[in-house]
């Protein structure tokens, strides 16, 4: 006869021996059916949780505690980029142009050469010759 702890033993080592496999094949198959891409992309109007899931075009913004698909940006915190998507002012929109050369206020180009990092040996003479 079997002792309680023999027994205990057995049942554990049965279930581990058939969990790990059930979930070695139900895990990644799982995984897979939840990360599907193949559903659709939501119309203007419909219900969203991030921009990827609406259509070109839209994007998902929280309006009356719900998450929706639209193209209306007004309620968003910020301001809407100009028409055109261009700067509207000089250096406005974080773009550098290349309108000619650099200058510096005294007219003159500014100094690109490698800067001097030479640092003269300033401790004294060692005489190699003692007696």
């Not at 033993?9 to 094949?25: F, G, K, S, Y």
């Not at 609406?54 to 809407?80: H, Y």
């Amino acid at each position: 006869m079997r002792s309680p702890s023999l027994k205990l033993r057995t049942r554990v080592h049965r279930a581990v021996v058939i969990a790990i496999p059930l979930a070695l094949t139900v895990g990644p198959v799982a995984t897979i059916i939840a990360c599907n891409s193949t559903t659709a992309l939501q119309p203007k109007g419909a219900e969203c949780f991030l921009a990827s899931d609406c259509q070109p075009g839209l994007v998902c913004v929280e309006v009356n505690k719900q998450r929706v698909c639209t193209d209306d940006i007004s309620g968003v915190a910020g301001r809407p980029p100009p028409e055109g998507g261009a700067p509207t002012e000089a250096g406005e929109g974080g773009d550098a142009t290349d309108d000619g050369p650099v200058v510096v206020p005294d007219g003159n180009p500014p100094d690109t050469n490698v800067p001097d990092t030479f640092k003269p040996d300033t401790a004294p003479p060692v005489d190699s010759a003692t007696d």
